[in-house]
């Protein structure tokens, strides 16, 4: 499995950024409360805790030794789509045929059970 990963420098001004949304946050809820609109202080401070925790999140994601990844990348061995099964298709379009596969060298269609290619006796 291969991830892809976020670079340091996009991280750490993520989370500068976040912080920066957080103070706007709670500059925001302090105006909110002194122009007596209180049913608006709930809203500011949960638009401050998730800005800081995303700050947090992103902060610890560029300093830290092993990264977490925002995608994965998988081969179909390693981890299958469930939506193939699903749905009978294969990563193209075209409908699955469940046991049939192609020899890599000469093209033909082969049983999944096959070891060797029938027409070119190539191993699969």
Not at 17 to 37: D, E, K, R
């Amino acid at each position: 499995m291969k991830s892809i990963k976020p670079g340091r420098g996009p991280m750490m001004m993520g989370g500068i950024s976040n912080l920066l949304v957080a103070l706007f946050g709670v500059f925001w809820t302090i105006t909110v409360a002194t122009m007596g609109a209180y049913i608006m202080i709930p809203f500011g401070l949960i638009f401050v805790a998730l800005a800081g925790v995303r700050a947090v999140y992103a902060f610890r994601n560029a300093t830290a030794k092993n990264r977490h990844s925002s995608f994965d990348i998988v081969d179909a061995k390693e981890e299958p789509d469930p939506l193939n099964k699903r749905f009978e298709s294969s990563a193209n379009g075209a409908p699955e045929q469940v046991g049939v596969r192609y020899c890599p060298s000469c093209g033909a269609k082969v049983d999944h059970d096959d070891r060797f290619c029938s027409n070119c006796g190539n191993e699969l």
